[in-house]
């Protein structure tokens, strides 16, 4: 079965792998000139790379560690140590840290809560431990349920202190979603918090050995390629054709630099585009389809990611760090946690910049400026004083519309991978699946996609073979 796929980010890539391992065709159409859609990289005038997003990797990712095993490149994950690291905004410089001991789960997690005294009193610990109680004893149907309420509004509900909201939560709802815990759904947290407790690894974090698009990407591509698919880049998706009864006739691709437009035809089409380019294509036959309908409760949220080169070591720590700085997520110094990155001498910070919807259209100068004024609370020693560490060079990539925004509400709105359109799926970190809009998800999006026309094609040719013998 040919199957064509537009979009080369991680879920089209996922669902073609999974359908050529199964022998199907697969045709991927990608409208850049780089592979792997939010987890895309490129390389500067002096070899050195920088990324759409920083990436981490968790054990509570099964779907992603199993991809890596099929495509026997395991030893390119980095795992670091068990633990989670935070700036103290209070005390400048100084971290704290929740080290996860290596017993089993949830015990581990507990344990480096009630280890940790920096963030926590012992009454803020007592009355967040009560408050989970629902999520832990009802499980997922409990925790989707609470998808009405904003993370603050479920976080009062159940009576958890406010201090501990702007301490761990706004680092966690800012560094999964890239927005603030009184515009994110309480559904997504608490599943992240659900998976960290129920596995022993759940919570560790890797990184990649070096940039997403040549060491997990390119695999990916020679994986399906040996087993009979095509990848191929600068092929934007223009319109989804389609025949008299609705299904799709064709995917007809924008030629481009004077090149003529060209339909490909295949058995099944699958858009693996993010949400915002799939709402444009959507055909208008389609749009009163609910399925296609829901979309337009959908929208990618703005993200920036930003890659800092020092002249100098800032810092040793082989880990990610949450901010808690205002302006700033998540960031690692790059020059510790990536082989293909390393420098012993000077350091490479990579840090996200969320929620950007007040600094995705402001200059790169002014970013970059403002950015400086809050790693000097980071790193005292380096940034103040009479010899600052200088900065030698940086680079700014601005998502405007990155992950569908995971506010209060949006789960009503996610997709199925099938559609109600038979020759017609979806694949995506946005589409429904367990996981957020994520690495994981993305994977788990395009696999789910991939089983569903296998089984689509199944259940065609049993009809065939009964046609025949009738
Ligand atoms: C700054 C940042 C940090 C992140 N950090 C993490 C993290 O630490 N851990 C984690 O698990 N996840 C993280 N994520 C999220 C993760 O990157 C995404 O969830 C995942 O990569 C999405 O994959 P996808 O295939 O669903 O979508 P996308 O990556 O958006 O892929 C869609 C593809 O479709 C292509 N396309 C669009 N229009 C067309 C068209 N007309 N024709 C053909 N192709 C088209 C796009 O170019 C793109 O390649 C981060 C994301 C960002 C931006």
């Known amino acids: 079965m040919r199957v064509a796929i537009a979009g080369a980010g ?90 996860v001991p290596d ?97 022993r690894y759940g919570s560790k974090i890797a990184f990649l050995d070096g940039s997403p698009t040549e060491r997990l990407c390119q695999p990916i591509v020679e994986s399906i390629q040996a087993n009979g698919g095509e990848v191929h880049l600068l092929k934007p998706l223009k319109q989804i054709l389609l025949n008299p009864d609705g299904t799709v006739r064709g995917f007809l691709m924008r030629g481009l630099n004077g090149a003529a437009d060209e339909t490909i035809t295949a058995d099944a089409y699958v858009s693996a585009m993010s949400v ?83 600094w995705i259209n402001r200059s790169d100068e002014e970013i970059i400026a403002a950015t400086m004024g809050e790693l000097k609370r980071l790193f005292p020693e380096h940034l103040s004083g009479e010899n600052p560490a200088q900065l030698r060079k940086y680079q700014v990539v601005k998502t405007p519309r990155s992950v569908y925004t995971a506010s209060p509400g949006r789960q009503a709105y996610r997709p199925d991978q099938i559609t109600p359109i038979a020759n017609f799926f979806l694949t995506g970190s946005y589409t429904m699946q367990q996981y957020l809009g994520s690495m994981e998800g993305a994977v788990l999006s395009g696999k789910l996609a991939a089983q569903a026309i296998c089984k689509a094609d199944l259940a065609e040719s049993v009809r065939q073979d009964l046609q025949a013998v009738a």
């Open 276 to 358: 915002d380019a799939m709402k444009v294509l959507t055909p208008p036959e389609w749009r009163e389809l609910d399925c296609f309908k829901k979309l337009d409760g959908l929208e990618g949220v703005p993200v920036i990611n930003l890659h800092l080169w020092f002249d100098c070591k800032l810092t040793q720590i082989d880990q990610l760090l949450f901010s808690r700085s205002e302006l700033l997520s998540v960031y690692a110094d790059m020059s510790v946690t990536c082989k293909d990155y390393a420098d012993p001498d000077r350091s490479m910070l990579e840090l996200v910049l969320a929620p950007a919807k007040d």
């Open 103 to 199: 017993i089993p789960a949830p015990f581990n997690v507990i344990m480096s809560i009630i280890r940790n005294n920096d963030m926590l009193s012992w009454e803020q610990k007592i009355r967040f431990a009560i408050g989970l109680v629902p999520a832990i004893v009802r499980g997922q149907k409990y925790v989707e349920a609470m998808d009405k309420y904003s993370l603050i509004e479920w976080l009062r509900r159940q009576g958890i202190d406010e201090r501990v909201s702007s301490d761990i939560f706004v680092a966690a709802s800012k560094a999964l979603t890239f927005i603030d815990p009184d515009q994110v759904s309480a559904t997504i947290i608490l599943t992240a918090l659900n998976k960290f407790l129920q596995e």
């Open 10 to 99: 991680l879920a089209g890539l996922a669902c073609a792998k999974y359908l050529a391992d199964a022998g199907h065709e697969p045709i991927v159409l990608e409208s850049r000139d780089v592979l792997g859609g939010l987890v895309a990289a490129w390389k500067d005038e002096e070899g050195d790379w920088y990324e759409t997003g920083l990436h981490a990797f968790f054990g509570a990712y099964p779907n992603m560690l199993q991809l890596f095993k099929e495509l026997g490149i395991e030893d390119r994950l980095q795992w670091k140590q068990h633990t989670l690291i935070f700036n103290q905004p209070e005390k400048p410089g100084v971290l704290s840290r929740f080290d």
